[in-house]
T-cell receptor, first 114, second 114 residues
Framework: QKEVEQNSGPLSVPEGAIASLNCTYS??????FFWYRQYSGKSPELIMSIYSNGDKEDGRFTAQLNKASQYVSLLIRDSQPSDSATYLCAVTFLSSGSARQLTFGSGTQLTVLP | NAGVTQTPKFQVLKTGQSMTLQCAQDMNHNSMYWYRQDPGMGLRLIYYSASEGTTDKGEVPNGYNVSRLNKREFSLRLESAAPSQTSVYFC?????????????FGPGTRLLVL
C-alpha cells in the first residue's frame, strides 16, 4: 500500500514566521516529490518539485528531501496571510507501473495570523 | 490560453441517475487524469490516460468510466450515481514526456448525489 502521510493540522503561525510542513512516504523507490497549494474551494497549484536529496529554494519557499529517511518538507519563510491554504504533498511511486501517477497526502491546513 | 477547463462546475443528481463530466485542455498535453477529493482527504486518482487512445485505472475506478475523445478531451462518466460518489472532481493534464512532469488542474466539478 503506497502511503503519503502529512499532519492534517491546522498549523497556525504568526505573520513573518517560518512555517514548516512535513511529509513522509512509504516507498523507498519513490523518485519525484511535489508540494501543491490549495486555497479553499479552488484547485491545487504546484509550488515546488524536488527530485534529489537536499534543499531546493524558490523565493520564500524551500523544499527539503531526505530519501534515506523517506521524508520531504516545505519551509515557508516570512509567512504571509496569503499563504493560508492547504498544502498537499504528492509522491510518484515507481510501483504504480507509470512514472506519471501521483499519490497525494491528505494535506496540512496552514493559517498565517496577521 | 484557458489551460484545463471542466464542465459543469456544480451538479446535483439523484441516486441512480447518470452524467458525464467533461474536461478539455489547450496545452497540447499528452496525459490527462481524473481525481476525486473528499473532505479531509487528498486527491485520489480515478482514471488516467497516458496518451490519446489509452486509458488506465487508478486507485478508485469502481463506478466510473472514461473516454479519451481526442488529445484535448477526457470525459468521466457515472452510469448510476450513488451517494458515495458525492465529491469534488478534478481533471488534470501533463505533457506526458520524460520521467515525470507537472500536472495542471482544472477548477473542479462539485457533485452532490442525493
Amino acid at each position: 500500500q503506497k502511503e503519503v502521510e502529512q499532519n492534517s493540522g491546522p498549523l497556525s503561525v504568526p505573520e513573518g514566521a517560518i512555517a514548516s510542513l512535513n511529509c513522509t512516504y512509504s516507498d523507498r523507490g519513490s523518485q519525484s516529490f511535489f508540494w501543491y497549494r490549495q486555497y479553499s474551494g479552488k484547485s491545487p497549484e504546484l509550488i515546488m518539485s524536488i527530485y534529489s536529496n537536499g534543499d531546493k529554494e524558490d523565493g520564500r519557499f524551500t523544499a527539503q528531501l531526505n530519501k534515506a529517511s523517506q521524508y520531504v518538507s516545505l519551509l515557508i519563510r516570512d509567512s504571509q496571510p496569503s499563504d493560508s491554504a492547504t498544502y498537499l504533498c504528492a509522491v510518484t511511486f515507481l510501483s504504480s507501473g507509470s512514472a506519471r501517477q501521483l499519490t497525494f497526502g491528505s494535506g496540512t491546513q496552514l493559517t498565517v495570523l496577521p | 490560453n484557458a489551460g484545463v477547463t471542466q464542465t459543469p462546475k456544480f451538479q446535483v443528481l439523484k441516486t441512480g441517475q447518470s452524467m458525464t463530466l467533461q474536461c478539455a485542455q489547450d496545452m497540447n498535453h499528452n496525459s490527462m487524469y481524473w481525481y476525486r477529493q473528499d473532505p479531509g482527504m487528498g486527491l485520489r486518482l480515478i482514471y488516467y490516460s497516458a496518451s490519446e487512445g489509452t486509458t488506465d485505472k487508478g486507485e478508485v475506478p469502481n463506478g466510473y468510466n472514461v473516454s479519451r475523445l481526442n488529445k484535448r478531451e477526457f470525459s468521466l462518466r457515472l452510469e448510476s450515481a450513488a451517494p458515495s460518489q458525492t465529491s469534488v472532481y478534478f481533471c488534470a493534464s501533463s505533457e506526458g514526456a520524460g520521467r515525470v512532469e507537472t500536472q495542471y488542474f482544472g477548477p473542479g466539478t462539485r457533485l452532490l448525489v442525493l
